[in-house]
């Protein structure tokens, strides 16, 4: 059974750009969350898809979107990037509602 | 509004007990979770408590929870320089179809002294 994975590790953009993350789930899991960590902060919740579905989503602008897969892994996109864009970037897969596994994250970096 | 505290630091000697504190806001939480991050790495779930539970215990790790006063705890026994890390307190609310709202505490970094 493979964990969760995210690619890349690291990833620099220049302001304004687009960026594309993305996540593939540990086997068996159909709901993926994504989150965005702030150096020195907790994850802050960002959307979380079930079934190809986004059926929740926290305080983030529009230009924060996302896709699942038929196979459940999933893309996180962020259009137009800001300097406070600068962030670890984690992706949890789980099934049903209780136990989340993390993967290791992507960190961006917005100059 | 959901909101979690923690204290940011604590210090402990090596085979000491650990005591980590966290304050959540919501009384509809239904899940409460502990999570611990090594350096570089992601959030690795340790334990977590349902939240009509008082107490769990596994291994070396004590969950306890105080409804009334929304003030969950984690006891570490016999603390090792490995346990040094974030450690996230976490409360998760269900909300309509099948979407649970996960808000994390800004993390308290236990510092084990050899």
């Known amino acids: 059974e493979t964990g969760v994975t995210q690619s890349p590790t690291h990833l620099i953009k220049t302001r304004g750009q687009q960026v594309t993350l993305r996540c593939s789930s540990q086997?068996?899991?159909?709901?993926v969350s994504w989150y965005q960590q702030a150096l020195g902060q907790g994850p802050q919740f960002i959307f979380q898809?079930?079934?190809?579905?986004?059926?929740g989503r926290g305080n983030f602008p529009p230009r924060f979107s996302g896709l699942q897969f038929p196979n459940y892994s999933s893309e996180l996109n962020v259009n137009a990037l800001e300097l406070d864009d600068s962030a670890l970037y984690l992706c949890?897969?789980?099934?049903?509602?209780?136990?989340?596994?993390f993967g290791p994250g992507t960190r961006l970096t917005v100059t | 509004g959901e909101d979690v505290e923690q204290s940011l630091f604590l210090s402990v000697r090596e085979g000491d007990s650990s005591v980590i504190n966290c304050t959540y806001t919501?009384?509809?939480?239904?899940?409460l979770y502990w999570y611990k991050q090594e350096p570089g790495a992601g959030l690795q779930l340790l334990t977590y408590?349902?939240?009509?539970?008082d107490m769990k215990q596994d291994q070396r790790l004590t969950v306890l929870l105080n409804k009334k006063d929304k003030h969950l705890s984690l006891r570490i026994a016999d603390t090792q320089t490995g346990d040094s890390a974030i450690y996230f307190c976490?409360?998760?609310?269900?909300?309509?179809?099948?979407?649970?709202?996960?808000?994390f505490g800004t993390g308290t970094k236990l510092q084990v002294i050899p």
């Open positions: 919501d009384s509809s939480s239904t899940y």
């Open positions: 898809y079930y079934r190809e579905e986004e059926n």
């Open positions: 408590i349902f939240s009509n539970m």
């Open positions: 949890a897969s789980s099934s049903g509602l209780l136990e989340q596994y």
């Open positions: 976490a409360e998760s609310i269900q909300l309509g179809g099948g979407y649970q709202k996960v808000t």
């Open positions: 086997s068996g899991h159909n709901t």
